[in-house]
Every structure is written in C-alpha cells, then in structure tokens.
C-alpha cells in the first residue's frame, strides 16, 4: 500500500512542478511579449497620429494628403529645399494589388517627366510609373525596395519612392489642394464606375474599393485599366 501511496505523492509533485513551470514559462512570455507590443502599438499608432496631423482624410473611398502637387499618373510631389520627394497616391497602390517588387532607379538618373522612372510588379503583372518631373534622382527609399508594401500601408509618408533635383520649376503648375483634392475625388469615381459598369464587379465594400485580382479581370484587360490611370498625361 506504501508503494502505491508514495507513487501517487510522487506523480501529484511532478504535475504540479509541471504546472509551476508551464504557469513561470507562460509569465516569462508574457512579460517578453508585452514591451513588444507596445512598441509595435505605439510605431502603429504614432503613424496614425502622423498621417492625421498631415491632414490625410477620406476623398469618396479613398485616402488623400494635402499639402502635395499631384500628377495624371497618379504619383504625388513634396517639394523639400532644392529636391523633390515623389510616391504613389492612394488610387495608384490600390490598381497594385499584391506589390511584389518596385525597381527604383539609381541615384544619378536623369529622368524626364511623363517618361518610365521605375518598374513595378503587382499581381504577376509589370508596368511603369511615369516620372511627374525631369530631373537627377538623389535619393532612393531602401526600404520600399526591400518591401513594398509599405507604400500600400503608407503610401503618403514611409512609402515615398525617391527624390529628385528638379530640372525645372514644372511641377508646379500641378494640381495642389482644393484643385487636386477634386481632380483625385474625379478620379477615384472613374476608376469605381470603370470596375462596376465596364468589368462588372462590386468595387465599394464597407467604404472601401476593392480591386479585382488580374486573374478575374484579365491580365490584358487588367493593363489596360492600369494604364488609364497610370500612364495618363
């Protein structure tokens, strides 16, 4: 009887020393966990606060920034001292779904505006963005290169592609504020309409437009679409 009273003594100690250090494992993780957390809250949420002290707002179903000159091509321009920050608006991440590379050009190209600055590739499909100004790229956003999803997350602030020494003072007869921010709201209803009447799918879902995958559309008609709004002049 001993024997069998003591076994059970010795299994109720090892369960429970199994408990003790499932239960200190478990508070360890969670201590580790929740500086993490705060930190990834707190980068999340000071972005937040940014893009909302930059004024971005909703324009129809899509994000706007003012404060920006924006191009036919939908990529928008910052001037900062003698150079010119550019990146993709809100409608033209959204015709890239799925944004798997962005060739940035090298610092020292000499582009010209209207003209391919770079190469994207979304969904299985490449095309090119023109350049909204002639110029010398000087700088390059590495960290676009490496993810480019971020300008899906961020296209008006992290997800900036490059900057430019303008050639000229042209970007300026761009739309700005209240002429762009109509030019953009014009935009994002032709870009609805063209996916509702013209390829027959249900693009606003809850306030957001969703973009079809190329596979459904088409991967000619998807171009097409894409370049009616990326390669416009």
Known sequence: MEPLIDFVANLGLFVVG?????LAFATILAV?????????GGVEGFARLRRRLLGVTRVGTMSWRPGLYYAPGHTWVLPRGRAVTIGLDDLAQRLLPGLA?????QPGTVVRRGEPMTTVKADGQETWIP?????????V???????????????????????????????ETLPR??????WFASEAMRLQRMLEHELGYAAADGGELILPAHELVGSG????VADSFLHAS
């Not at 350049?131 to 700088?139: E, L, N, R, Y």
């Open 131 to 139: 350049s909204p100004v002639s110029g010398t790229v000087t700088a």
């Open 221 to 224: 008609r998807w171009r097409e």
């Open 141 to 171: 956003n590495a960290a676009v290169g490496r993810d480019p999803s971020i300008v899906h997350r961020d296209p008006y602030v992290r997800g900036w592609l490059f900057r430019v020494a303008p050639a000229d003072d042209a970007h």
């Open 18 to 22: 199994l408990a003790l250090r499932a």
């Open 177 to 182: 504020e209240e002429s762009a921010r109509r």
């Open 32 to 40: 580790l966990a929740i500086p993490i957390l705060l930190v990834l």
């Open 101 to 105: 590379r962005i060739r940035l050009p």
